[in-house]
């Protein structure tokens, strides 16, 4: 396929602004749900078996730390590589490579786990990154939270650089 530019996905997918930075739009949402009963107790309601987005970062755009309350898996699809950065609720920060190419440290699935604060960056400035993007229990608003930044500081005051880049 020929290479294509930002606009051109955001176009095409009809993307729009999420709140963490970048593109999306929802592409699957199971239409079976998981009672309130047999979640864990942090979801306060039920849930979709699990959804799945389109997600394109620009190359002059942050996905900003957040966390949820699901796991959560990236895919690549086209573009450049990206750099997705991870906090662990132990405070272990890690980086992983979304991209086309299986070199050492890259990959074309990021699995990213509950309650880690995770946000990223494409490597490339004039370029962009598509991803897909799957959750399960299915993504909800209400379990999205993004990271303040001086909360941040004081809970990981050794990860400065990259929380004061992704907040």
């Known amino acids: 396929m ?14 729009r602004a999420h709140p963490e930075g970048g593109y999306y739009r929802e592409t699957y949402r199971s239409d079976e749900r998981i009672k309130t009963g047999s979640l ?14 389109y997600f394109l970062l ?13 796991d959560e898996i990236w895919h690549y699809h086209s573009g450049s590589p990206l750099t997705v950065y991870l906090i662990s609720p132990a405070g272990r920060l890690e980086k992983k490579r979304l991209g ?5 440290g890259e990959d074309f699935q990021v699995i990213i786990k509950k309650g880690s604060w995770f946000g ?7 370029s962009y990154t598509l991803m897909g993007c799957t959750v399960a229990p299915g993504f ?3 379990d999205f939270e993004l990271a303040d930044r001086d909360q941040m500081l004081r809970k990981y005051p050794r990860h400065e650089k990259i929380i004061k880049e992704l907040t």
Do not use: M
Not at 40 to 53: E, K
Not at 100 to 104: E, F, I, W, Y
Not at 120 to 126: C, G, P, R
């Open 100 to 104: 086309p190419s299986l070199d050492p």
């Open 2 to 15: 020929k290479h294509k530019n930002a606009e051109f996905w955001i176009r095409k997918l009809g993307l």
């Open 140 to 142: 909800d608003f209400r």
């Open 58 to 70: 620009k190359g002059s755009q942050v996905s900003k730390f957040h966390r949820l309350k699901s």
């Open 120 to 126: 990223a960056a494409v490597d490339k400035e004039n």
């Open 40 to 53: 864990p107790g942090r979801y306060g309601s039920g849930r979709a078996f699990s959804t799945a987005i």
